[in-house]
């Protein structure tokens, strides 16, 4: 199994939660990662609401789709960083969640999580994928739930220990 450690692979030996243990070099990195993750995560949610707001033109709904995709997984995956949690590179919803301590997942309903997962490429290479209003307002929901979670913990958890 390939595990995805990118520039926090350094940080696979720290523990979960900062700790005076841990180096501060590593912890600051930590911590950069993690609002960048959020940062990103939260840009996918801004495109989503403005392209919703486009009208509701089928040609954007696949879009809606695949940034919210984007969002959930980039939250997912900041919790993943801050708990110090190796993961694959993937876009798959499922086996994120499935990482995550239980008191970490968000809400999202195992038929949400599939949805999610498959916006993330099909929504950009299925040509043939017929997006509704109702998939899009699903998936913005979803992703707009998952920002509500996590963002506002994460953030808290940040500051206590700058």
Same mark, same amino acid.
């Given at each position: 199994m390939?595990?995805?450690?990118?520039?926090?692979?350094?940080?696979?030996?720290?523990?979960a939660?900062?700790?005076?243990n841990e180096?501060?070099?590593?912890?600051?990195?930590?911590?950069?990662? !993690?609002?960048q993750? /959020?940062?990103?995560?939260?840009?996918?949610?801004e !495109?989503s609401?403005?392209?919703?707001?486009s009208?509701?033109?089928v040609?954007?709904?696949?879009? !809606?789709?695949?940034?919210?995709?984007?969002c959930? &997984?980039?939250?997912?995956?900041?919790v993943?960083?801050?708990?110090?949690i190796?993961?694959?590179?993937?876009?798959?919803?499922?086996? /994120?969640?499935?990482?995550?301590?239980?008191?970490d997942?968000?809400?999202?309903?195992?038929a949400?999580q599939?949805?999610l997962?498959a916006?993330?490429?099909?929504?950009?290479?299925? /040509?043939?994928?017929?997006f509704?209003? &109702?998939?899009?307002?699903?998936?913005?929901d979803?992703?707009?739930?998952?920002?509500?979670?996590?963002a506002?913990?994460?953030?808290?958890e /940040?500051?206590?220990i700058?």
């Open positions: 390939d595990i995805f450690l990118a520039p926090w692979g350094a940080l696979r030996n720290a523990t939660r900062f700790s005076m180096p501060t070099e590593i912890h600051s990195e930590r911590i950069r990662l !993690v609002r993750w /959020l940062e990103m995560a939260q840009r996918d949610l !495109v609401e403005l392209l919703m707001s009208d509701g033109r040609s954007v709904l696949g879009a !809606v789709c695949f940034h919210s995709q984007q959930t &997984e980039k939250l997912l995956k900041a993943l960083v801050w708990r110090n190796d993961f694959k590179k993937t876009h798959d919803i499922e086996l /994120l969640m499935a990482l995550l301590p239980k008191g997942r968000p809400e999202l309903l195992p949400e599939k949805a997962t916006y993330a490429v099909d929504s950009r290479y299925e /040509l043939d994928m017929d509704t209003d &109702e998939m899009s307002r699903e998936a913005l979803a992703a707009r739930r998952t920002l509500e979670s996590i506002p913990r994460l953030e808290a /940040l500051r206590e700058k």
